[in-house]
């Protein structure tokens, strides 16, 4: 079986452009399976010449913020824990809030592999903005633009190293 890497965090850090970036069109290769994929998209990567199953959690971003934890334990606890890895995002330019927080503490409580990515980190003070993610206890932030691309690569060889 593929290593199953699942990217998770609260709505609009950028899971989905991340997975995109990730998985190119290699997607069109994972079947839908029914009743799964609204609340999860699944797709193959090639990290570092290693194939592995990327999860985007989508589903979460339909719940209203105040249900999001809830929604996240039906909906996506398994994806969770059936992670190899969790590609844990949080959004650099918004800094850490209260969710990603909440979302941090619990994966820490599953004692699950995890990897911190702050993204939107493009421009002049990108790097600079992710380091407030230490805080997170998650360990070191990995500085990515999923949207431009910046630190993608960097990010695959931090991924291929715990799988
Ligand atoms: P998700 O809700 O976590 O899946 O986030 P999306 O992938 O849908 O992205 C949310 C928004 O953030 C979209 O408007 C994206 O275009 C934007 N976004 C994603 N990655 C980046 C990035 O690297 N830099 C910037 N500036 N915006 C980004
Ligand atoms: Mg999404």
């Not at 407030?132 to 990515?144: K, S, T």
Request: glycine residues 10%; negative net charge.
């Amino acid at each position: 079986d593929l290593p199953v890497v699942v990217i998770a965090g609260r709505p609009n850090v950028g899971k989905s452009t991340l997975f995109n970036r990730l998985v190119g069109r290699r997607q069109a290769l994972v079947a839908d399976t029914p009743g799964v994929t609204r609340d999860r998209k699944e797709g193959i990567a090639l990290i570092r010449g290693r194939h592995v199953r990327l999860v985007d959690t989508a589903g979460l971003e339909e719940a209203a913020p105040e249900t999001l934890f809830g929604r996240m334990r039906a909906s996506s606890e398994s994806a969770l824990d059936e992670a190899d890895l969790i590609l844990f995002c949080i959004d650099a330019r918004s800094g850490i809030t209260p969710a990603d927080e909440h979302f941090a503490q619990w994966i820490r409580r599953r004692n699950r592999p995890v990897l911190l990515v702050a993204n939107k980190t493009e421009g002049r003070l990108g790097a600079a903005s992710a380091m407030e993610a230490y805080a997170l206890g998650l360990g070191e932030p990995q500085a990515i633009s999923a949207e431009h691309g910046e630190g993608v690569t960097d990010l695959m060889w931090e991924i291929a190293e715990r799988l």
